[in-house]
């Protein structure tokens, strides 16, 4: 994907429309990427500057270290009864709010936030809208670190052309749950439900990068502004 500074600028606009939406008393969910982090960062001005009262659970250590910089006042997912808001980025959505999202490597904690929430805001730039989901991103999917390679074969079975996540470094990518992400490409991602159903099949896998009925609300970041879609998305079952 090419990231111009037009996308930076959309991300803006994208985060502070949605940090709009959180009022006193909130608890809200605080996702992961830059486009999160920019909407963190207005939250924290927010704070300092109107005295905002909400609660944050944050989606990645990377956030939560971000957040308490800002002085946002933090509980984990374990610590509150549900999340009034969650606002997160995402890597592709298709044109039934479907995502694919964890190009961060936060997808498990992202998602276990997203299905304790009544109500969920994408924030994105508009290259990250494709017409089919797999365009440019692969599935991340999150797998036990014990027994990766087994997993591994198990995912080409499903027909996916694999890779282990490195660090630049060339190290393996581990997530903030102490796990391996291995991404996957698939020739034809046409039916991303039985996808999510197969993948989540596999003995090891943990979570996958597919985030189905999950997006309520889209925040599309443009050049000059942005704009709010209410999606009336199907909501997913796979949420408790
Ligand atoms: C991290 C994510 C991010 O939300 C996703 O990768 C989008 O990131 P960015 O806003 O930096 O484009 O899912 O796990």
């Given amino acids: ?36 982090n920019l909407m963190v960062r ?17 989606t990645s250590v990377a956030t939560a270290e971000l957040a308490r910089e800002l002085g946002i006042p933090l509980r984990d997912v374990d610590d509150v009864p549900h999340v009034d808001l969650n606002i997160d980025g995402a890597d592709e959505i298709d044109p039934e ?17 997203a299905c304790v929430a009544r109500r969920r805001v994408t924030i994105i730039s508009p290259e990250k809208v494709v017409p089919r989901l797999g365009t440019d991103s692969p599935v991340p999917v999150e ?57 989540k099949s596999v003995v090891g896998v943990f979570e996958t990068g597919l985030f189905l009925g999950l997006c309520d609300v889209l925040v599309v970041g443009r050049p000059d502004g942005a704009e709010q879609i209410v999606t009336h998305a199907r909501r997913w079952t796979g949420c408790a």
């Fill in 143 to 199: 797998v036990s670190r014990l027994g990766w390679r087994h997993v591994e074969q198990r995912l080409r079975k499903l027909g996916a052309t694999t890779a282990l996540r490195r660090t630049p470094e060339g190290m393996m990518f581990i997530t903030d749950g102490g796990n391996v992400i291995i991404d996957c490409r698939f020739s034809a991602l046409a039916d991303p439900e039985t996808l999510e159903a197969g993948l």
């Fill in 97 to 113: 709010y479907r995502m694919i999202k964890g190009r961060g490597g936060a997808l498990l904690r992202e998602k276990l936030v």
């Fill in 42 to 58: 207005r939250l924290g001005e927010r704070v300092a500057e109107e005295g905002l009262d909400f609660v944050g659970v944050p």
């Fill in 1 to 36: 994907m090419v990231v111009t500074l037009e996308a930076d600028v959309a991300k803006v606009h994208a985060a502070r429309s949605a940090a709009s939406l959180v009022q006193p008393g909130m608890i809200v969910g605080l996702g992961s990427g830059s486009t999160a």
